[in-house]
T-cell receptor, first 111, second 111 residues
Framework: GEDVEQSLFLSVREGDSSVINCTYTDSSSTYLYWYKQEPGAGLQLLTYIFSNMDMKQDQRLTVLLNKKDKHLSLRIADTQTGDSAIYFCAEGDTGRRALTFGSGTRLQVQP | DAGVIQSPRHEVTEMGQEVTLRCKPISGHDYLFWYRQTMMRGLELLIYFNNNVPIDDSGMPEDRFSAKMPNASFSTLKIQPSEPRDSAVYFC?????????FGQGTRLTVV
């Protein structure tokens, strides 16, 4: 079945770049997603990438996809304290099934 | 669009009582998902619908859980009778082709 794995915790200093990594197993994945969850809140869709793309950039966010290795990363440039949250990686296909989520990476930004 | 709307935001109930969670998906989205989030198990898919039809309910933990989608703009998740181990945050999400958006969740506490 589908499986998505992430490291549990990342700590960075304010102003540095953060890189959150994710691996997935399903080769039929069409979309790869990054969500952000702040305490007590829902999951906010940050960005997603088609599986036939290598990179997507959106302001401070850069998503890199290595389809051969089934590896996805999210880079946050100039990380701010407001970026402290849990970041979830997820994969899905064209809609025939639900998204499969990783366990989330807690990002702690130190001032 | 106001996004995915869930109600109530918080629910505290006594063990054995019936609980009904409600969700209004984003207009035009043809997929609706119910997830449960706990510290121990992370995000779990309970059930999802396509065009109001349940497609996969294999994640529903027990017969005490039931979900309906009587029309494209409304879904319910019912727990009867509720138990303390059902305490969790329940999320509803809706999806168009690529983007999947989550509601703010219902925090359920069964005492």
């Amino acid at each position: 079945g589908e499986d998505v794995e992430q490291s549990l915790f990342l700590s960075v200093r304010e102003g540095d770049s953060s890189v959150i990594n994710c691996t997935y197993t399903d080769s039929s994945s069409t979309y790869l997603y990054w969500y952000k969850q702040e305490p007590g809140a829902g999951l906010q869709l940050l960005t997603y990438i088609f599986s036939n793309m290598d990179m997507k950039q959106d302001q401070r966010l850069t998503v890199l996809l290595n389809k051969k290795d089934k590896h996805l990363s999210l880079r946050i440039a100039d990380t701010q304290t407001g970026d402290s949250a849990i970041y979830f990686c997820a994969e899905g296909d064209t809609g025939r099934r639900a998204l499969t989520f990783g366990s989330g990476t807690r990002l702690q930004v130190q001032p | 669009d106001a996004g995915v709307i869930q109600s109530p935001r918080h629910e505290v109930t006594e063990m054995g009582q019936e609980v009904t969670l409600r969700c209004k998906p984003i207009s035009g989205h043809d997929y609706l998902f119910w997830y449960r989030q706990t510290m121990m198990r992370g995000l779990e898919l309970l059930i999802y619908f396509n065009n109001n039809v349940p497609i996969d309910d294999s994640g529903m933990p027990e017969d005490r859980f039931s979900a309906k989608m009587p029309n494209a703009s409304f879904s319910t998740l019912k727990i009867q009778p509720s138990e303390p181990r059902d305490s969790a945050v329940y999320f509803c999400a809706s999806r168009d082709r690529a983007e999947a958006f989550f509601g703010q969740g219902t925090r359920l506490t069964v005492v």
